[in-house]
């Protein structure tokens, strides 16, 4: 059989060469490999991405305002009757994302409700300006009952973590000129106070948390006229441990809680700073290190000084030394080891992320605007208008490079939104709220 031969006959005379057929072209397979191709340029390795669901819808009038605490949203209605001193509220609680109504509370006061905030699902604590008093008040109520459980002319201060202690800023006299601020510590539910400290003649009073979003202090300082500094503890009030100033306090005097220091500064003359807990000297300086005009922020491991006409700089907590300076920022915000700083006052906005350790500054690409703290460390919630139509872009910003991952437009937005770790609340162009599932 491998001797045989095969007879293909013969070719005439004068013919051309016969032409053999050429195989098919794999057409499947190069449509497979172009298709795999493109998913990769298009859609980042994988299928192209979901569209976000469709938000979850709630009704309410123009003159209604809205405030998200964590995972609640809640509203708070028109008071009635319309412009008169005394006035009583409804306020809606509601669970995030997906808008279940949880409670309904009844405030009446002489003012205008300025922030709630949850304890629990049946307490709120409400605060609010007193028009006829022109001091703060705060009242703690329950859920469908009329009457509040407590009362009293403060301000919320701090709140902690699992809301059961509540750290308030009161006055000695209210409205007049010869009170003093005093520090007291509820228990939010009943009102009952646990602690109070009240600010020394001619002293000050400083602690790391200003305000309940904010947390709860761990330790306060209280500075006396004579420049006795006594450490507290932030939950028990009692003093741990104490130290004097080499001079007293005078009208430059200010003194700062951060970055676990206590900063002393007299004026432009000389600046101080101890250690938070034992209140031994760390350094010393003799020049301003606190900002004019500005306030510092925690920025760890520095610490950032943040002035509302001088730009942005930062200090190393280890030596008081100024690392950087940079100009042309009119917002700041502190989130982790970064630091978001903006062009808010710009007709479009940019965004840009600082290293507080190098100085090192990464532009956000797009007119995007921050939406605070996002879903995991190192990342940042993002927004952006677009020039056409109502239309509102939402995603996740990176940190460490700058670059936004978009999860999806909202459309027919009046204004801003509101984040949470679950959900993005926007007020649309009929007065409604729509909350988007993140």
């Known amino acids: 059989m491998r001797d045989a031969l095969i007879d293909l006959g013969e070719m005439p005379a004068g013919e051309a060469e016969a032409t053999v057929p050429r195989p098919p072209l794999p057409y499947r397979w190069i449509l497979g490999l172009l298709t795999a191709v493109l998913v990769v340029l298009l859609g980042g390795g994988g ?26 949203l809640y509203v708070v209605g028109q008071p009635e009757p319309f412009g ?9 609680a509601y669970h995030l994302p997906e808008l279940t109504p949880l409670a309904s509370f ?3 006061v002489t003012g205008d409700v300025y922030t709630v905030a949850g304890i629990g699902d049946d307490v709120l604590l409400v605060g609010y300006n007193d028009t006829q008093s022109a001091v703060p008040g705060l009242m703690a109520v329950r859920a469908g009952v009329a009457e509040p459980i407590w009362k009293r002319p403060a301000s919320i201060y701090g709140l902690t973590a699992d809301r059961g202690q509540l750290l308030i800023q009161e006055e000695t006299v209210p409205g007049r000129a010869e009170g003093h601020r005093v520090w007291r510590a509820l228990d939010p539910r009943t009102g009952v106070v646990r ?11 400083t602690m790391s948390a200003g305000y309940y979003w904010a947390g709860y202090p761990a330790r306060f300082f209280t500075v006396d006229g004579d420049g006795l500094v006594e450490a507290h503890d932030g ?9 004097r100033l080499p001079r ?43 900002p004019e005009g500005g306030y510092p922020a925690d920025c760890g491991p520095m610490i950032c000084l943040i002035g509302f006409i001088n730009g942005l ?109 679950a959900a993005m609340v926007c007020r649309r162009l009929d007065s409604s709220i729509a909350v988007w599932r993140l």
């Open 47 to 72: 299928p192209p991405p979901q569209p976000p669901p469709a938000p979850v819808v709630l009704p309410i009038d123009l003159s209604d305002q809205i405030q998200t605490d964590r995972d609640r």
């Open 84 to 92: 008169t001193v005394v006035r009583t509220y409804v306020i809606q």
């Open 106 to 108: 009844q405030v009446t």
């Open 195 to 205: 602690w109070s400290v009240e600010q020394p003649a001619g002293g000050q009073v």
């Open 235 to 243: 939950l028990t009030g009692t003093v741990v441990t104490s130290t």
């Open 248 to 290: 007293p306090p005078g009208e430059d005097f200010v003194a700062w809680s951060i970055g676990g220091l206590l900063v002393a500064a007299y004026g432009e003359d000389e600046t101080i700073a101890y250690d938070d807990q034992t209140l031994t000297e760390r350094w010393r300086r003799d020049d301003v290190v606190l």
């Open 313 to 421: 700089s930062v200090v190393d907590p280890a030596t008081g030394q100024g690392r950087w300076h940079t100009d042309g920022y009119d917002a700041t915000e502190v989130i982790g080891d970064r630091v978001l700083v903006a062009h808010t006052s710009q007709t479009d906005p940019a965004l840009a992320v600082v290293d507080p350790r190098t100085g090192g500054i990464v532009e956000v690409d797009g007119q995007w605007t921050s939406g605070g703290r996002g879903p995991e460390p190192g990342t940042a919630w993002v927004y952006r208008h677009q020039a056409v139509g109502y239309a509102l872009r939402y995603g996740i910003l990176r940190l460490s490079d700058g670059k936004v991952r978009i999860l999806g437009q909202a459309d027919r937005i009046a204004g801003d939104c509101q984040f949470t770790a």
